[in-house]
């Protein structure tokens, strides 16, 4: 995988504001407001900045969090795994391993067969439909 790597100032030139925010700043967007959160279609879900396949639609539950919802990743190569220790909390923040963009956050509470809850920001995907 290559990676991709560009200066904020690039980032800034590319993405607005928000999304600029939830993936380089790692903000987050407010649950129940964006896009795919309760979307139902059949593919696969980008990283917004980069491409990179994350996840599948096979894999998308809902958690009733108001966060789209995924129990497994694409591959264990697409996304990576950091220590967030921020707001008083330990979280662990799933990242894009591609280019680092933040995604959102993996939980322990999800169903089976992995046991995971990936809560991933809507702002941070771009579906691709399947043909």
Same mark, same amino acid.
């Given at each position: 995988?290559?990676?991709i790597i560009k200066s904020e100032t690039q980032w800034r030139e590319l993405l607005d504001e928000h999304? #600029?925010?939830v993936t380089r700043e790692h903000g987050t967007e407010?649950?129940?407001s964006?896009? #795919?959160y309760d979307f139902k279609g059949d593919g696969v879900y980008k990283c917004v900045c980069c491409g990179e396949k994350l996840f599948s639609s096979d894999t998308k539950f809902d958690s009733g969090t108001g966060w789209p919802s995924f129990y497994?990743?694409?591959s264990d190569e697409s996304v990576r795994e950091n220590i967030d220790s921020s707001f008083g909390m330990r979280r662990v923040e799933v990242?894009?391993?591609r280019c680092d963009s933040h995604l959102g956050h993996v939980f322990e509470d999800g169903p089976a067969?992995?046991?995971l809850r990936y809560c991933i920001n809507s702002v941070c995907l771009k579906f691709e439909e399947d043909n």
């Open positions: 995988m290559d990676k999304t #600029y925010n407010a649950p129940f964006g896009k #795919y497994e990743s694409s990242l894009c391993n067969p992995t046991g």
